[in-house]
């Protein structure tokens, strides 16, 4: 597969510390990588809400983390306070997610196999309502974010805290290097995996910017971020499969001499 995208430069618009595996991907068939994150992470502001669930972890059933960044701004507190207690089912959304658990030492997480967002989550036989009612569920997660999953857990009978552990915001300064590559005519594609990310690049950009984005070939991970492209106008939607290997894949299959 290599030189798939000989002569391609490709937006990775991941945070910054999530960009690395993806832009090697685009390296390695040849394409140059360009990471311009449009979501910034840092640690949140107040850790008490954290804190207080790590002196309760035994009282938990469940600990869902929503992403590799929830688990990397939690579990170094939590541990700090002793081992992952063995009745407290790690979940997460995605196997990066589930690896990044391992990597700090907590193992048998599970998350879905197919489709890696909260509506494959809640097919889990561990998050029906027979498993979970009753119980104490922990999400992991950034500031804002969608309420499904405290939402169904709770019609499903538990009883749901959600914990803040990192803080997601627009990127600071403006556009200006995409505005380059575009008018150097050296922007070929870009590589969006959330929607919010998505909405924090459209609003960056002027008049300018947004024409030559609606035009530009963009590859989203799922349905939800390609309907919201959609919507904010963009023409040249690639939905393919999730995760960084389902937009390589996406990437390397595209028929570029349409462009």
Not at 3 to 16: A, E, I, M, N, S
Not at 54 to 74: E, K, T
Not at 91 to 99: C, F, K, Q, R
Not at 120 to 127: F, G, K, Q, S, V
Request: glycine content about 10%; proline content about 7%; overall charge negative.
């Amino acid at each position: 597969m290599s030189g798939t995208l000989q002569g391609r430069t490709v937006v990775v618009t991941r945070p910054r510390a999530q960009a690395d595996a993806l832009a090697g991907m685009i390296a390695e068939r040849g394409g140059r990588p360009v990471v311009f994150p449009v979501l910034d992470i840092a640690p949140t502001d107040d850790l008490a809400p954290l804190q207080a669930f790590a002196g309760r972890l035994a009282d938990y059933a469940l600990a869902i983390f929503v992403s590799p960044n929830a688990v990397d701004f939690s579990l170094p507190l939590l541990l700090a306070q002793g081992r992952w207690p063995a009745g407290l089912q790690p979940a997460a959304v995605g196997p990066s997610s589930v690896a990044a658990l391992a990597a700090h030492g907590v193992g048998n997480g599970i998350a879905p196999r197919e489709r890696f967002d909260s509506e494959a989550l809640l097919e889990l036989p561990e998050l029906q309502a027979a498993r979970v009612a009753g119980r104490k569920v922990a999400i992991l997660r950034g500031n804002g974010g969608r309420e499904l999953l405290a939402e169904t857990l709770r019609m499903r009978g538990a009883t749901v805290d959600c914990i803040t552990c990192y803080h997601r915001s627009p990127p600071a300064g403006g556009a200006a290097p995409l505005d380059a590559l575009w008018a150097a005519g050296q922007l070929d594609a870009l590589a969006i995996s959330s929607s919010e990310g998505l909405r924090n690049l459209v609003d960056l950009l002027d008049a300018e910017g947004c024409a030559r984005l609606a035009e530009t070939p963009v590859f989203v991970p799922h349905q939800r971020i390609g309907e919201i492209a959609v919507a904010l106008g963009l023409r040249r939607v690639i939905l393919t499969g999730p995760a960084d290997a389902g937009i390589i894949d996406g990437l390397c299959a595209y028929n570029w001499q349409q462009s």
